[in-house]
């Protein structure tokens, strides 16, 4: 039965304390997806280190990050939770595909351009590069689908680029993976300005709520969240802070728009948004509860982390192998 379900590849950088935006965005839809799917889900931090990381840091949100996932309902039993540095063979796939992408595709990349100005004169070219390391990432485990967040489209089409390209020159190698965008959540907007994504690089800190902030850090980021004159809970391009309120109250609950919008008709945002602080205290609490006790457990972390990257080497060798000798080089051993 196992070998018939459809596999399931994503990812999250310890870069940076996680935001609700990678939370709705990303991991609860991976919890939905975790019986249906054969799953890999991984701490990328060679995707971290694009840009400068202090190694303390990056040691603990790594750890942190692995507690996330299991602590927002990510069965380590049944999924594949591993730390891409454990796994060779993403590296040494990224270097090969590297070759069969083309500098002007990088270039095109809205992620790169952004965050490139950023750094002036010293941008890495890990930078550059990063969108080949995430196509190696999914095409080592053959993924037949990728969920993530919106912003992640356009690297997720490089990466069906890349694959089309070398099976096209070569012959069949990888599966040509699709996108697994939510219907909701998928774009969490900043608190303060709701034109922008939600994240965690954002100036001011009331534009984001972290999935460790305290109740009453996210009671206050919510009530000051930005919204409009208008004075009615409606999910309206014209009401970007509302709208994205609501998003959250209805990723959370499962509640649907019009639901919302019928609940709280004539009566301001006061007690709407109380409702949408109060959802997100009710679902991160037992999160955060159960992080703190992961991170008290570093020996049980390293039995989660030791055998994934057991499962996740043997499967990216046997991909990484029929890369190479496609390519034309002598295998070591046969
Ligand atoms: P990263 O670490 O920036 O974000 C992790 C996930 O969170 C989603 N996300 C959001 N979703 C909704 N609203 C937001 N405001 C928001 N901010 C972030 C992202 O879309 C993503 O799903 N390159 C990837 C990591 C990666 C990866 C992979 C993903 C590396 N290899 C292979 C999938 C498959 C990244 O930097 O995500």
Redesign the pocket.
Known sequence: MEESKKII?????P?GEL?I??Y???IKNWVKLQDEFDCFF?V?DL?AITVRQEPKLLRQRTLELLAIYIAAGIDPEKNTLFIQSHVPAHSEAAWLLNCYTYFGELGRMTQFKDKSKRFGDNIAAGLFD?PV??AA??LLYQADL?P?????KQ?LELTRDIAERFNKLYSPTFKVPDGYIPEN?????DLQDPSK???KSADNANGFILIMDSPDVIRKKISRAVTDSLGAVKFSDEQPGVKNLMSILSTVTGMSYSDIEKKYEGQGYAGFKNDVAEALVEELTPIQNRVNELLKDKAYLETIYKAGAEKANYISQKTLRKMQKKIGFIPLSK
Do not use: E
């Open positions: 590849f994503s990812g999250i950088q870069s935001t935006g990678n709705l965005g990303a991984c990328v995707h990063y390391l995430m990432d999914i990728v993530v967040g919106v912003d992640q690297h959540g998928a774009k969490i907007m994504k939600m994240s």
